[in-house]
């Protein structure tokens, strides 16, 4: 049996689980898994300490029922409603926050992937675009519905627009209609489309795959992934060049090549 080396009680907002390096985030508040402030908070918490901590070496976000996540909490918006403001110092804070872990997820050190069983919505969706990976269950569905309800989704957009072409965007956002996990793959939302029985096996596979990675060349290449797409093409070599001299004086880049040349296994030091 695999050792559990860190578990968190699953009461909370999120449960935390690390074993043998990859660390699960499951949304725990069923059945809408919904990204109230105080999910968010936590999710970011989360996050940020899993930086510093050199026994976790990749992150999956997985979720508790049958909705992966819905979005934004619209009942607990909808309360500040009756805020002077008419709430909108409550909509800046609650849009920030998802800003701010959006960007924690993309700026990350170490690879997020996403495990997607059921509905992800709005910003829902958002968070499975601002992962490195996302597998999902053939019974999977996303949708950005926000235009349907008088508001549209442009915060989810910024991640939905990276991830996905143009067109396929602003068919999910104008029409707010559901699309399935085919047509999620097919638009280069997920990566893979897996039974749901063998999600959470295959989803683990990936992730203790890149786990057994040096943990050095794992961070300088998503690092190196996100700046250079924001980059003209000049710019992105220029850039990417200077990174690949830095990895190549790393004591893994030496180790691992040298491993490789010698037929052995390398032994990484994450230097």
């Given amino acids: 049996m695999a050792e559990i080396v860190a578990i968190k009680p699953p009461e909370g907002p999120v449960a935390a689980r690390l074993d043998r390096g990859v660390l699960r985030l499951t949304l725990a508040s069923p059945p809408a898994n919904a990204l109230s402030l ?8 989360e996050l940020d300490r899993a930086k510093a901590d050199k026994s976790v070496r990749v992150i999956i976000l997985a979720a508790a029922g049958k909705v992966f996540c819905a979005g934004h909490d619209l009942k607990e918006i909808t309360l500040h409603r009756a805020d002077a403001d008419k709430g909108k110092a409550f909509f800046e804070q609650t849009f920030s926050a998802c800003a701010a872990l959006m ?22 969706l958002q968070l499975v675009a601002s992962c ?8 999977a569905t996303f949708c950005t519905p926000g235009v349907n309800i008088g ?18 965007a602003m068919e999910m956002l104008l029409t707010g209609e559901t699309i399935d996990a085919a047509t999620a793959k097919e638009f280069g ?4 489309i897996v039974p749901r029985e063998y999600l959470n096996q295959i989803v683990t596979k990936y992730a203790q795959t890149i786990a057994s990675k040096s943990s050095l060349v794992v961070k300088t290449g998503k690092e190196a992934f996100y700046a250079q797409a924001e980059m003209g093409l000049a710019d992105a070599y220029a850039y990417t060049g200077r990174v690949m001299v830095e990895n190549m004086l790393a004591r893994d880049a030496e180790e691992g090549i040298g491993a490789f040349i010698g ?6 030091t994450d230097e």
């Fill in 189 to 192: 939302l997920v990566n893979r």
């Fill in 38 to 45: 105080a999910v968010m908070a936590t999710l970011t918490a």
């Fill in 263 to 268: 037929k052995r296994q390398p032994q990484w």
């Fill in 151 to 168: 508001l549209f989704c442009s915060t989810p957009m910024v991640a939905l627009s990276r991830n996905v072409s143009r067109k396929h």
């Fill in 132 to 139: 490195d990976l996302a597998i999902a269950s053939h019974e």
């Fill in 103 to 124: 960007q924690a997820i993309v700026r990350h050190p170490k690879p997020v992937i996403a495990e997607v069983d059921g509905l992800a919505t709005a910003a829902g």
